[in-house]
């Protein structure tokens, strides 16, 4: 069952199609951990076929029922950096802290953060733009975890604010458009739906997850859907005894 269930999650995320155009926002995975006690760690890395993204998260429970987690999102290309290579070049770091409370096979819990970042975007004949972004978001979440299977749902609503940014002065008009968009309708107010489900193999957890924009951003030139393999483990940091 297992086989079966490891060959459907590398083909999903295998057959995901691979995107090296330009975006103005692109959603990280959401943090939704299986926390269970005071003192447990959870570690996990997650790579994205489509945008060949990368994530690093963490969570950690110092008292009893209060979360905290970290999170990094890269989608880093040299080329685009050094102007050699069209595309987008991203990274992006958060922090966030809240409550969580245990059931017999699934944790629930609701969190509050703090996250920025930069986008920067080259086009043809080396017209670039260079956005900073700060983002400020509630999660609410549930994770499942039987002795082989863990799933998780959460809905990360998030307030997007595009500080500040530098653009060229001879950007093609579709891409400026979009960054003009993004100006008028700075901050705004995003629903992101985060999905995850996958097999457990003691003490790793080996799994697919999406995370996906509900409104329509056509507007303002965001990828609205990310599909990562995650790799994870969870243990407990304290002392026994």
């Not at 987690?69 to 922090?95: M, P």
């Not at 307030?159 to 950007?171: C, D, E, M, P």
């Amino acid at each position: 069952m297992k086989k079966y269930l490891l060959l459907i999650l590398i083909g999903s995320w295998y057959c995901t199609e691979a995107n090296g155009q330009n975006f103005n926002y692109a959603p990280n995975s959401l943090n939704i951990p299986a926390i269970k006690k005071r003192g447990d760690l959870s570690v996990g890395a997650a790579w994205g076929h489509a945008l060949n993204s990368a994530d690093v998260q963490l969570a950690y429970s110092p008292f009893k029922h209060l979360l905290v987690t970290a999170n990094y999102f890269g989608i880093h290309k040299k080329s685009v950096r050094k102007q050699t290579d069209t595309g987008t070049d991203y990274y992006f770091g958060e922090i966030a802290a809240g409550v969580y409370e245990t059931h017999k096979r699934g944790t629930a819990s609701i969190l509050a953060g703090y996250g920025g970042g930069r986008i920067f975007s080259n086009f043809e004949l080396n017209n670039s733009s260079e956005l900073n972004l700060q983002r400020w978001f509630i999660q609410p979440g549930y994770a499942y975890k039987s002795d082989f299977f863990q799933a998780a749902v959460g809905i990360r609503f998030s307030r997007l604010n595009y500080a500040k940014g530098s653009v060229s002065f001879s950007i093609d008009q579709v891409n400026l458009r979009y960054i003009q968009n993004i100006e008028e309708k700075n901050p705004i107010l995003l629903p992101e739906l985060g999905i995850q489900a996958g097999i457990v193999f003691k003490p790793m957890y080996l799994g697919l997850a999406v995370s996906s924009i509900f409104p329509d951003t056509n507007l303002w030139d965001f990828a609205r859907l990310n599909a990562a393999l995650v790799l994870s483990t969870t243990f407990n940091t304290r002392r026994k005894g």
